[in-house]
């Protein structure tokens, strides 16, 4: 028996799309199969199909050879099929060893054998080198430890076929390499592993075979060894790709931000989250940050934009003192703000594609008239814009932002921000989850917005992303900033280094 | 009657359709509920009893107007839960300023006399601004402090009750029936030409009034820049705060509307001219408890609110009718309770409404 589970032939049709159009996955025991496609090609369904949470049109599934209808998730779990979400279903206020055992406790006479449970965590975190403090609360542990515990949630339920579905859209560059580690320990133990991505270079690095996946469609399964990245991102994306960012080199003019001597208090503990930082970003210029997540770029970008306040030094933009001004003053006078988390600080769900992309805007003489919202402005600014940044929506301005792709919805950010003709635009992790063709469109963008003389601040935790963006890049390690280089002068090694805090440059 | 309204409304496209016709079908369930545990209750006369409630305010132009008049108040108290809703408040304190807004109403209505034609305007005003002050409160505490809304409003009921107590002691007392004294002719609403349409009922213009504000506040949320800071701070504060709008003094604004609302709800019903005095007893006033079930069933839509408030007032004038089968009038709240839990699911049938929409929109292509 060759394949320890088949999906053959999946169709399954949703309102107006097919989603899995005649889509065969094949997983062999002991591999890592990636399943590659832009958002909204059909891996999520496919798995959602796996599951059992979706019934298919079409096409069977068979385990070991053998079909099986899957009912539901409780189904898969039992036929030993475990998923990690790309956001982890864990209880924050249990320990690790509390949430491993979440659902299977071992119970004698209604009460918790929770020691037993304790001997086999540590014992597959032992086989496995999946070191975790079992009675560490989940709060207080790392996003890649959380990982882990999620991990163990699965080989706890003895599970044979491990779902990783984007897993490190939310790690830094070691946590990632620790988690590759893993895997591959994982597949030598016999451990099927299906690895949901659409990073090309982690699929090189880890995978067995990948499979294809392109508006529901399936495009073929290739062993990794065989194709070279160009090829994989051809597939996804139906066209050549240019993974390269294409800049022409920059003439950096007047500063736009500088910020001097910036400090941060933190609410809870003595050291401070930005200290003593300064920092200056110049008409035409790309400045990145980069650092790993939780050294003080949150708490920086915060307060430039104004949504925490600085305990002592200034910041200034074009040279007038925005210290201690509102959030809103900020917006007008020049300052666009692209956030990390799109979905709960950039847009509101709930309002339509219109409505966001005059969210900064409602109160300009040009929308409004006596305190009333004049529509036809509104809906014509929306298809100037829908137009002119390429959104995608069922239905122009009208459509709920809620039902649009995250690519579309980052797209919607970008056209408002951009559209405002900011002279400052800041983009915390503009292309985390997005797929190749929206980062080349996002990276585009921000070129195109420096080469009219912006000044663009990106904080980014890729390091791929950073070396290619930037024109010059700063490291950020506790709170300071510890390198200030040009990409053509360092390597990724070095700035990993310095984003480790076992090296330091001049600053600034 | 009502029924049939929200039928016409109901657009062609089910998905838009979907929030009204939810409603209908939590009205129909709970109905249904209704007319079970009559059948318990007193299985012979359970069908009379039913029929009461679906007919009794339909015998006369009389009964027409007093459903009108019932709903006038709790019109209100709808709207201003409602309002508080959509900024993602839960204004529970509705009680509070609805009785506020009475008394402003009544010590306005009674020692103002002075003011002429203009009397009853100004007591309007006052039970406002009475209504508006005690939900300025709680919303202060939520701005600033963080302060939940749900307890700062069920205290603030409270002191508003006893409160009341005292200031109409002080000011507007009359001992012997140990309630307010009556308003002055010229503090009562003009009847605004409904006496004519129904006639020997206590309806008068504060329905009218009542009307017009649910256009007004459909017109404020929909359409206009202040309406349109509300939903988003409602929809997602933290995405509001970027865009840089004000959070606090939306929050402190829609508390304070929301709280003259409630207030101009007292001061219709006790400007009515109908005998209603505020009688000196520790009861909180519960037409703010039925606002909250009114906004419910109107999805929290102005519109809404105003049908499902009208919808309220006419079971409630049907019911009373019940006695005259045998029936506790406490049947008709029993009734009453249970369409609002349907209406808590009627968000739930909303979205698989959407989703029987959704696949037949997938079978045609």
């Given at each position: 028996?060759?394949?320890?589970i088949?999906?053959?032939n999946?169709?399954?049709d949703?309102?107006?799309?097919?989603?899995?159009d005649d889509?065969?996955?094949?997983?062999k025991?002991?591999?890592?199969?990636?399943?590659?496609?832009?958002?909204?090609?059909?891996?999520?369904?496919?798995?959602s199909v796996?599951?059992?949470?979706?019934?298919?049109?079409?096409g069977?599934?068979k385990?070991r050879?053998?079909?099986?209808q899957?009912?539901?998730?409780?189904m898969?779990?039992?036929?030993?099929?475990?998923?990690v979400?790309?956001?982890?279903?864990l209880?924050?206020?249990?320990?690790?060893?509390q949430n491993?055992?979440l659902?299977v406790?071992?119970?004698?006479?209604?009460?918790l054998k929770?020691?037993?449970a304790r001997?086999?965590?540590?014992?597959?975190?032992?086989?496995?080198?999946?070191?975790?403090?079992p009675d560490?609360l989940?709060?207080?542990?790392?996003?890649?430890?959380?990982?882990?515990?999620?991990?163990?949630?699965?080989?706890y339920?003895?599970n044979?076929?491990?779902?990783f579905?984007?897993?490190?859209?939310v790690?830094?560059?070691?946590?990632?390499d620790?988690?590759?580690?893993?895997?591959r320990?994982?597949?030598?133990?016999?451990k099927?592993?299906?690895?949901i991505?659409?990073?090309?270079d982690?699929?090189?690095?880890?995978?067995?075979?990948?499979?294809?996946l392109?508006?529901?469609?399936?495009?073929g399964?290739v062993?990794v060894s065989?194709v070279?990245?160009?090829d994989?991102?051809?597939?996804?994306?139906?066209?050549k790709?240019?993974?390269?960012?294409?800049?022409?080199?920059?003439?950096p003019?007047?500063?736009?931000?500088?910020v001097?001597?910036?400090?941060?208090?933190?609410?809870?503990?003595?050291?401070?989250?930005?200290?003593?930082?300064?920092?200056?970003?110049?008409?035409g210029?790309?400045?990145?940050?980069?650092?790993?997540?939780?050294?003080?770029?949150?708490?920086?970008?915060y307060?430039?934009?104004?949504?925490?306040p600085?305990?002592?030094?200034q910041?200034?933009?074009?040279d007038?003192d925005?210290?201690?001004k509102?959030?809103?003053?900020?917006s007008?006078?020049?300052?666009?703000?692209?956030?990390e988390?799109?979905?709960?600080?950039g847009?509101?769900?709930?309002?339509?594609?219109?409505?966001n992309?005059?969210?900064?805007?409602?109160?300009?003489?040009?929308?409004?008239?006596?305190?009333?919202?004049?529509?036809s402005?509104m809906?014509?600014?929306?298809d100037?814009?829908?137009?002119?940044?390429?959104?995608?929506?069922?239905?122009?301005?009208?459509?709920?932002?809620?039902?649009?792709s995250?690519?579309n919805?980052?797209?919607?950010?970008?056209?408002?921000?951009?559209?405002?003709?900011?002279?400052?635009?800041?983009a915390?992790?503009p292309?985390?989850g997005?797929?190749?063709?929206?980062?080349?469109?996002?990276h585009?963008?921000?070129?195109?917005?420096?080469?009219?003389?912006?000044a663009v601040?990106?904080?980014?935790?890729?390091l791929?992303?950073?070396m290619?963006?930037?024109?010059r890049?700063?490291?950020?390690?506790?709170?300071?900033?510890?390198?200030?280089?040009k990409?053509?002068?360092?390597?990724?090694?070095?700035?990993?280094?310095?984003?480790?805090?076992?090296?330091?440059?001049n600053?600034v | 009657?009502?029924?049939?309204?929200?039928?016409?409304?109901?657009m062609?496209?089910?998905s838009?359709?979907?929030?009204?016709?939810?409603?209908?079908?939590?009205?129909i369930v709970?109905?249904?509920i209704?007319?079970?545990?009559?059948l318990?209750?007193?299985s012979?006369?359970?069908l009379?009893g039913?029929?009461?409630?679906?007919?009794?305010?339909?015998?006369?132009?009389?009964d027409?107007?007093?459903?009108?008049y019932?709903?006038?108040?709790i019109?209100?108290t709808?709207?201003?839960?409602?309002?508080?809703f959509?900024?993602?408040?839960f204004?529970?304190?509705?009680?509070?300023?609805?009785?506020?807004g009475?008394?402003?109403?009544?010590?306005?209505?009674?020692?103002?006399?002075?003011?002429g034609?203009?009397?009853w305007?100004a007591?309007?005003?006052?039970?406002?601004?009475?209504?508006?002050?005690?939900?300025?409160?709680?919303?202060?505490?939520?701005?600033?402090?963080n302060v939940?809304?749900?307890?700062?409003c069920?205290?603030?009921?409270?002191?508003?009750?006893?409160?009341?107590?005292i200031?109409?002691?002080?000011?507007?007392?009359?001992?012997?029936t140990?309630r307010?004294?009556?308003?002055?002719?010229?503090?009562?609403?003009?009847?605004?030409?409904?006496d004519?349409?129904?006639?020997?009922?206590?309806?008068?213009?504060?329905?009218?009034?009542?009307?017009?504000?649910s256009?007004?506040?459909?017109i404020?949320?929909n359409?206009?820049?202040f309406g349109?800071?509300?939903?988003?701070c409602?929809y997602?504060?933290?995405?509001?705060?970027?865009?840089?709008?004000?959070?606090?003094?939306?929050?402190?604004?829609?508390?304070?509307?929301?709280?003259?609302?409630?207030?101009i709800?007292?001061?219709?019903?006790?400007?009515?001219?109908?005998?209603?005095?505020i009688?000196?007893?520790?009861?909180?006033?519960p037409?703010?408890?039925?606002?909250?079930?009114?906004?419910?069933?109107?999805?929290?839509?102005?519109?809404?609110?105003?049908f499902?408030?009208?919808?309220?007032?006419?079971?409630?004038v049907?019911?009373?009718?019940?006695?005259l089968?045998?029936?506790?009038?406490?049947?008709?709240d029993i009734?009453t309770?249970?369409?609002?839990?349907?209406?808590?699911f009627?968000?739930?049938?909303r979205?698989?409404?959407?989703?029987?929409?959704f696949?037949?929109?997938?079978?045609?292509?």
């Amino acid at each position: 028996m060759e394949y320890i589970i088949e999906m053959l032939n999946i169709v399954k049709d949703f309102p107006g799309i097919r989603a899995n159009d005649d889509v065969t996955l094949q997983i062999k025991k002991g591999e890592i199969h990636a399943l590659l496609g832009e958002n909204g090609a059909g891996k999520s369904t496919l798995m959602s199909v796996l599951f059992g949470m979706y019934k298919p049109e079409g096409g069977t599934i068979k385990l070991r050879g053998e079909t099986v209808q899957i009912s539901g998730p409780k189904m898969a779990n039992f036929l030993g099929i475990g998923m990690v979400h790309q956001h982890f279903m864990l209880v924050h206020n249990f320990t690790v060893l509390q949430n491993i055992i979440l659902g299977v406790e071992t119970t004698k006479n209604g009460f918790l054998k929770i020691e037993e449970a304790r001997e086999k965590v540590l014992a597959l975190s032992e086989q496995y080198g999946l070191k975790v403090d079992p009675d560490a609360l989940i709060s207080e542990i790392t996003v890649g430890m959380q990982q882990r515990v999620e991990i163990l949630k699965m080989l706890y339920r003895d599970n044979d076929i491990l779902i990783f579905d984007e897993p490190t859209a939310v790690l830094t560059p070691q946590e990632i390499d620790e988690l590759m580690e893993i895997m591959r320990g994982l597949a030598q133990e016999g451990k099927s592993i299906i690895f949901i991505t659409h990073k090309l270079d982690e699929i090189k690095r880890v995978a067995d075979r990948c499979t294809v996946l392109r508006r529901g469609k399936c495009i073929g399964t290739v062993n990794v060894s065989d194709v070279t990245v160009e090829d994989m991102s051809e597939m996804m994306v139906g066209r050549k790709v240019i993974l390269h960012v294409e800049k022409k080199p920059n003439e950096p003019g007047k500063p736009v931000l500088e910020v001097k001597n910036l400090t941060v208090k933190s609410d809870r503990s003595k050291k401070n989250k930005v200290q003593n930082l300064s920092l200056e970003v110049k008409e035409g210029e790309i400045v990145c940050i980069a650092g790993i997540d939780g050294n003080g770029q949150s708490e920086l970008v915060y307060a430039i934009g104004g949504l925490i306040p600085a305990d002592s030094g200034q910041i200034l933009l074009k040279d007038e003192d925005i210290t201690n001004k509102s959030i809103r003053y900020r917006s007008i006078h020049g300052f666009s703000h692209i956030p990390e988390d799109r979905h709960k600080h950039g847009l509101i769900l709930d309002y339509n594609l219109a409505e966001n992309l005059m969210l900064l805007e409602y109160f300009e003489p040009r929308f409004q008239s006596h305190g009333f919202i004049k529509d036809s402005e509104m809906f014509s600014h929306a298809d100037r814009l829908i137009e002119q940044f390429d959104i995608r929506s069922s239905e122009g301005g009208r459509t709920k932002v809620r039902s649009m792709s995250g690519g579309n919805q980052q797209k919607a950010i970008v056209a408002r921000e951009l559209s405002r003709n900011p002279d400052l635009l800041l983009a915390v992790q503009p292309t985390r989850g997005l797929d190749v063709g929206a980062i080349e469109y996002m990276h585009s963008q921000i070129v195109k917005a420096r080469d009219i003389g912006k000044a663009v601040l990106v904080v980014s935790f890729e390091l791929s992303e950073v070396m290619q963006l930037a024109d010059r890049i700063l490291v950020m390690y506790e709170g300071e900033i510890v390198a200030n280089v040009k990409p053509s002068e360092v390597t990724e090694n070095e700035l990993g280094m310095y984003m480790a805090g076992a090296k330091r440059g001049n600053a600034v | 009657m009502n029924d049939k309204k929200k039928i016409k409304l109901a657009m062609p496209d089910l998905s838009r359709a979907a929030g009204p016709l939810s409603s209908i079908f939590a009205i129909i369930v709970g109905l249904i509920i209704g007319l079970i545990i009559l059948l318990f209750a007193n299985s012979s006369k359970a069908l009379a009893g039913f029929g009461w409630i679906i007919g009794g305010s339909l015998q006369s132009a009389k009964d027409i107007g007093n459903v009108f008049y019932y709903a006038t108040p709790i019109i209100m108290t709808g709207l201003s839960v409602a309002l508080a809703f959509r900024t993602s408040l839960f204004n529970i304190g509705a009680s509070g300023q609805f009785i506020m807004g009475a008394l402003g109403a009544v010590m306005v209505g009674v020692h103002a006399d002075f003011l002429g034609s203009f009397h009853w305007v100004a007591a309007l005003l006052a039970s406002m601004v009475f209504g508006a002050v005690w939900a300025f409160l709680p919303g202060l505490l939520k701005a600033f402090y963080n302060v939940n809304e749900v307890i700062s409003c069920i205290m603030t009921n409270y002191i508003g009750m006893y409160l009341v107590n005292i200031l109409v002691r002080a000011t507007v007392y009359h001992k012997l029936t140990n309630r307010s004294v009556p308003v002055k002719a010229t503090a009562n609403i003009p009847k605004m030409g409904l006496d004519k349409l129904f006639p020997d009922s206590m309806v008068n213009g504060g329905f009218l009034i009542a009307v017009l504000i649910s256009i007004l506040i459909y017109i404020m949320l929909n359409k206009t820049t202040f309406g349109f800071e509300l939903k988003a701070c409602g929809y997602n504060k933290d995405a509001s705060l970027y865009a840089g709008i004000n959070s606090k003094k939306n929050i402190i604004l829609a508390m304070v509307i929301s709280g003259a609302l409630a207030g101009i709800g007292g001061g219709l019903l006790y400007l009515a001219g109908s005998g209603k005095y505020i009688y000196v007893e520790d009861i909180l006033a519960p037409e703010g408890f039925t606002g909250i079930s009114v906004a419910l069933l109107g999805m929290s839509h102005p519109i809404g609110t105003l049908f499902a408030g009208i919808f309220i007032a006419y079971i409630t004038v049907g019911g009373s009718y019940m006695q005259l089968s045998g029936f506790v009038p406490e049947i008709i709240d029993i009734i009453t309770a249970t369409i609002i839990y349907f209406a808590a699911f009627a968000q739930i049938l909303r979205g698989a409404l959407q989703r029987i929409h959704f696949r037949k929109a997938g079978d045609r292509s």
